[in-house]
């Protein structure tokens, strides 16, 4: 006689959200932003030259560095789970080509020890780290932050030129052609911001892997797309040039800053791309990106406060009859 079989009932382990897991670790997930940031990373050092590398490894060792030794100073662990990392690699990819390396190590540390571990570390922070020490070297020195070179291709003689968004920019061809450069990236800007194309290749993977949620880059291209075309601007133009498309895909994405539900999402890439609209056409800076998705930040818990998602099984006050 074959013994029954005896159900033996599992223990249930209650813990705190999230109750899912899909098998992405932070690390993993930081890891995958630096993959692909790898591309515009990429794009800075063929059109900038060695001394991009330069900048790049000197951003990220310092961001690194900082935070390691905030950490022992605020006698918490020490974890590389790659947020320092992206945190260097971002603030590299948003500035100037040819910056002094000294004010790249302030505006590093000033991100990881002033507007990401100053508010607790990993999770806490208000401001998007990268843009928040880009703002303030813009503060600190204007006239360096401002100070743009002409593609090089690994040459050691740097020709400065405006920026696409600048006053003084022209371009003397049609412009299938400088579309073409603004997509690929042979025009002046930041190290990592000109070539939209790779920008969009990097996006395209973390919209792939989930990593990020689709609303916040539609919402704020399209509406700098629609209110470019409001006001009679080339809307193809004011897609690709400037900061856009990096602050689009990679730093108005940012989890910490950003919205947590799905209709707030879609507020704040609206959000964002208004205030871009306004300050390109109406405030005195050409770009406009870094300000606006950190004004956004600012409004972040207000957004989730008020922008909740409905309780599971919720049917309202029923009417007495």
């Excluded at 033996?8 to 930081?30: N, V, Y």
């Excluded at 100037?96 to 990881?112: E, T, Y």
């Excluded at 964002?272 to 770009?287: D, H, K």
Aim: glycine fraction near 10%; hydrophobic fraction near 50%.
């Amino acid at each position: 006689m074959k013994k029954d079989k005896i159900n033996i009932e599992k223990r249930m382990l209650i813990t705190h959200a999230p109750h899912i897991w899909k098998g992405f670790s932070i690390s993993k997930i930081m890891y995958i932003v630096v993959i692909a940031l790898l591309f515009p990373a990429a794009a800075s050092i063929y059109f900038f030259g060695y001394y991009s590398i330069i900048l790049i490894a000197v951003s990220v060792a310092a961001a690194v560095l900082t935070e390691f030794i905030i950490k022992k100073l605020r006698h918490k662990r020490f974890v590389m789970d790659g947020s320092a990392v992206i945190t260097g690699l971002l603030f590299a990819l948003i500035l100037p080509p040819r910056l002094p390396i000294w004010m790249a190590v302030i505006g590093a540390v000033f991100s990881i020890a002033i507007v990401k571990e100053a508010f607790g570390g990993l999770g806490y922070n208000i401001f998007n780290p990268a843009l928040a020490g880009r703002a303030f070297l813009s503060v600190c020195f204007p006239g360096d932050m401002t100070t743009w070179v002409l593609p090089t291709y690994f040459n050691t003689d740097a020709v400065t030129g405006a920026s696409p968004l600048g006053e003084s920019f022209t371009y003397q061809f049609d412009k299938i052609d400088m579309y073409k450069n603004l997509l690929f990236g042979n025009t002046a800007g930041s190290l990592g911001e000109t070539s939209a194309l790779l920008i969009i290749i990097g996006g395209i993977i973390l919209l792939t892997f989930r990593i990020i949620d689709w609303r916040i880059p539609v919402f704020y291209l399209g509406t700098v797309a629609l209110g470019s075309f409001l006001l009679g601007e080339d809307i193809i133009f004011q897609l690709l040039a400037g900061g856009l498309m990096i602050g689009a895909f990679f730093m108005a994405t940012d989890y910490a800053t950003s919205p947590v539900t799905g209709n707030g999402r879609i507020i704040f890439g609206a959000g964002v791309g208004i205030l871009t609209i306004l300050f390109r056409n109406f405030g005195p800076m050409p770009e406009g990106v870094c300000f606006s998705i950190l004004i956004m930040n600012a409004f972040t818990p207000l957004i989730d406060k008020y922008i909740k998602p409905r309780p599971f099984g919720y049917q309202g006050k029923k009417k007495n009859a």
